[in-house]
């Protein structure tokens, strides 16, 4: 497909088993979209912007709020993804693609990568805790000590039976404050009943890896999720389903708890019933049991991968206690949505709004893009990390002063 051009697929799906007379749902910062449904037909665009290199002058085109800096720290790192911050500073990122952890390390102003982790393909989630590095592929999960000079001991399997990857084959994982494990665990597919019952969830284990449980179900796919640093709540952004038209479902920020069921196959948003899932599969009590609602939606489609909650002393105090998400980009809705970091804003623990924190990686009016926005880490130092996965570039976002890795 050429990459500026847009196929429209119209989906007709009876209203007899639907919510069709719910109140449309609430999507913060959504661009206009085109593509508005009527109540028995869905209209589902697909739209690439155009893929182009990253120009030497980016951070001139990049925009941030008053008194933030942005400069690239590293390039040549095609897809580059997850992040994790060691005690002594050093920065490592996830390759999956490439299968290789990269480490990031600062010589005065230079930063310098070099491998830490080859030969693991798909490669995605990382965490760092108690001197020992987590590392996660599509089945399984690893641990290892970190070396004086930032490499690694050998890697011990912890757990080598997750689920398949299938459309979702990434995992992230987290050391929760509880000092247990979380695995994310994508949807096999768009909208299906899943065969198997740890997809479309939040896993929790000891950081031994077994037993591990079911910690909350109906997650499309939360590829994004950190504890509140205060309450130490855990949120998660959630990816939702494709070709319900531009500007549903939502994307939506949960609060996860044990137990939960966050809706996935059967609703999305407040409650509202999916009307591309095939109803007679399932008994009507699926359709009908409660599950809980996001506390903020955002654009549809616009795909969010990380999340991290601001933790630093870098940044002016009204960040203490914000997330930040980075939303890869939109390829289903008309009219793009997501290529940004937003800053999303807590007060006393309960989130308020989401407000664009990072953009400026759409251009040419949106019908081409110069990077997609991944992984996010708060440095040592407090600065934000931002991966590229698309140029592989590597930025830092600091408050203006002088430059700190």
Not at 13 to 22: G, K, N, P, Q, V
Request: glycine fraction near 10%; aromatic fraction near 10%.
């Amino acid at each position: 497909m050429n990459s500026t051009a847009a196929s429209v697929l119209i989906l007709f799906i009876s209203c007899a088993l639907s919510a069709c007379t719910d109140a449309p749902s609430t999507t913060n910062n959504a661009p206009p979209g085109a593509g508005q449904t009527s109540s028995d037909t869905v209209v589902a665009h697909t739209f690439f912007p155009e893929h182009r290199q990253t120009p030497d002058d980016v951070t001139r085109l990049l925009h941030v709020p008053n008194g933030f800096v942005v400069d690239v720290v590293a390039t040549g790192l095609s897809g580059a993804r997850m992040f994790a911050v060691a005690d002594d500073g050093t920065v490592f990122v996830t390759r999956p693609s490439q299968g290789q952890v990269i480490r990031l390390r600062a010589d005065g102003d230079t930063v310098e990568p070099s491998p830490a982790v080859e030969g693991m393909p798909g490669v995605h989630g990382i965490a760092i805790h108690d001197g020992l590095m987590y590392l996660a592929t599509t089945k399984s999960v690893y641990v290892a000590d970190i070396n004086p000079d930032g490499s690694l001991g050998e890697r011990r399997p912890i757990v080598s039976d997750l689920p398949d990857g299938g459309q979702h084959a990434a995992r992230t994982i987290g050391i929760g404050p509880d000092d247990m494990l979380y695995i994310s665990v994508g949807s096999d597919c768009n909208a299906c009943a899943e065969p198997d019952g740890e997809h479309a969830t939040i896993l929790r284990a000891p950081l031994n890896g077994w037993p591990r449980r079911v910690y909350a179900r109906g997650l499309r796919n939360t590829i994004g999720f950190d504890w509140h640093p205060e309450s130490h709540d855990l949120w998660g952004m959630d990816n939702g389903i494709d070709y319900m038209g531009d500007d549903d479902p939502p994307e939506e920020l949960n609060r996860i708890t044990e137990g939960g069921d966050y809706g996935w196959p059967f609703r999305w948003g407040r409650n509202r019933v999916n009307r591309l899932f095939d109803r007679m599969k399932v008994s009507d009590a699926e359709f009908k049991k409660p599950t809980t609602p996001p506390f903020l939606t955002y654009a549809a489609h616009a795909a969010p991968i990380a999340m991290v909650f601001y933790n630093g002393s870098q940044f002016p105090a009204e960040y203490q206690g914000s997330a930040f998400v980075a939303f890869h980009g939109s390829w289903n809705r008309a009219s793009p949505a997501g290529y940004k970091v937003a800053r999303i804003t807590f007060t006393k623990g309960e989130p308020e709004q989401f407000e664009d924190f990072l953009t400026g990686f759409l251009v040419n009016d949106g019908r081409a893009q110069i990077g997609r926005p991944a992984g996010l880490a708060v440095t040592r130092e407090g600065a934000l990390l931002v991966s590229d996965d698309s140029n592989g570039v590597i930025y830092r976002v600091r408050y203006e002063g002088p430059p700190r890795f």
